[in-house]
C-alpha cells in the first residue's frame, strides 16, 4: 500500500510541474499584458511598471524567479491589486468556494446513493424509471442552463430565495442545488449499475439462501462492492465540482475563487491565474489520490495491478 501511495504521489508531483510550466509560458506568449488594459500611460512610467514586477527580465528568468518563490510558498504578488498578494486573495475567496463545493457534493451523495440504490433494488419498477429518468436528465442539461432557470422560477417569480449574493444561509440552497444536481446524476447511475453487478453475484444469492434480510444484503453485502465505481469517480467529481463553480459563482455572483480567476484571466494578471491554477490543480490532485488510495482499500486487485 505505501509503494501504491507513492507511486501515485510522485506521477502527481511531475503532473503538477508541467501544469506550472505549461501555464507559466502561454499566459506570456499570449499578445498583451497585465498593463495593456490600464489608461495611457507614458513608457518610463510603463518600463518602471515592468521592472517593479520584473517583466523586463527575460522569460527564463522569470521562471526561474517565479519557481524559487514558489518554493517558500509565495505566489508573489498581484498586477491588479497593487495593494494585496496572491495568497491574501486566495486566502479570502478559498473558503467560499469550498464551502460551495462541500454543501454541492453532499448534495449530490445525499441524492444520488439512495437514488442508485433504490432504482437497483427495485429493478424495473416505477422507482428504477424515476432513477433512470433523473440520471439522464442531470447528465443532459448543463449547470449554465438549470441555473438560470431555477433563479427564474424560484428567486424571481416565487422570491423564495435571492437571485445572486452569498451573504445569509438561505443564499447557499440554489447554487449549491444547482451543482449537487450536476453530479448526483451520475452517482445514481453508477450506483444503480455497480448494485446489480454485485446483486447478481452467487455470494449474493447464496446469502439469501441462508435467510438473510434484504436490507443486510443491501447493506452488509453488496454496498462495498457496488460503491466501488461512485469512489473511483468521486476524486473527479470533486475535481468537477471545483472547477465547475467558475459557472455557478458567475451566475449567482459568489465571491469565491472560480469567480476571481475568471476576473484575473481577463485583467491578465499573471501572478493570480497562476496561483489560482496551481491552487485547483493540488486540490484535483490530493483529491484524486485520496481517491486511489481508497480505492485500493476497499478494493485490492487495484491495488496489485498498480
Not at 437571485?163 to 442545488?177: K, M, N, Q, T
Not at 465547475?244 to 475563487?257: D, L
Request: some cysteine; charged content about 15%; hydrophobic content about 50%.
Amino acid at each position: 500500500m505505501l509503494r501504491f501511495f507513492a507511486s501515485r504521489l510522485l506521477q502527481s508531483l511531475l503532473a503538477l510541474i508541467i501544469i506550472i510550466t505549461a501555464t507559466f509560458f502561454m499566459l506570456r506568449f499570449v499578445p498583451g499584458g497585465p498593463f495593456t488594459s490600464e489608461k495611457a500611460v507614458t513608457p518610463e512610467i510603463l518600463r518602471n511598471l515592468e521592472a517593479h514586477y520584473g517583466l523586463d527580465q527575460p522569460l527564463w528568468k522569470q521562471y526561474v524567479d517565479y519557481l524559487g518563490s514558489l518554493a517558500q510558498g509565495d505566489f508573489g504578488p498581484s498586477f491588479k491589486y497593487p495593494n494585496r498578494t496572491v495568497n491574501e486573495i486566495l486566502a479570502d475567496k478559498l473558503p467560499v468556494s469550498l464551502e460551495l463545493g462541500f454543501l454541492s457534493l453532499l448534495v449530490a451523495l445525499l441524492i444520488g446513493l439512495p437514488l442508485g440504490i433504490l432504482a437497483a433494488v427495485r429493478r424495473n419498477t416505477w422507482v428504477d424509471y424515476v432513477g433512470s429518468s433523473f440520471g439522464m436528465v442531470g447528465i443532459s442539461i448543463p449547470t449554465f442552463v438549470v441555473g438560470p432557470l431555477l433563479v427564474l422560477a424560484f428567486a424571481i417569480h416565487l422570491g423564495w430565495f435571492n437571485a445572486s449574493g452569498w451573504y445569509s444561509p438561505i443564499d447557499r440552497v440554489l447554487p449549491c442545488l444547482v451543482l449537487g444536481i450536476a453530479y448526483a446524476a451520475p452517482i445514481s447511475r453508477l450506483t444503480r449499475g455497480g448494485m446489480l453487478e454485485v446483486l447478481s453475484q452467487d455470494f449474493i444469492r447464496t446469502a439469501r439462501a441462508k435467510g438473510a434480510s434484504e436490507l443486510r444484503v443491501v447493506l452488509r453485502h453488496s454496498l462495498k462492492g457496488g460503491l466501488l465505481p461512485v469512489v473511483s469517480f468521486l476524486g473527479p467529481a470533486i475535481a468537477g465540482i471545483l472547477t465547475g463553480s467558475f459557472v455557478i459563482e458567475t451566475i449567482f455572483q459568489i465571491p469565491g475563487i472560480g469567480r476571481e480567476f475568471v476576473n484575473s484571466a481577463f485583467n491578465r494578471d499573471y501572478t493570480l491565474v497562476l496561483g489560482t491554477v496551481i491552487l485547483y490543480a493540488v486540490l484535483i490532485m490530493a483529491l484524486n489520490l485520496a481517491a486511489d488510495v481508497v480505492q485500493a482499500w476497499m478494493n485490492p486487485k487495484v491495488r496489485l495491478e498498480a
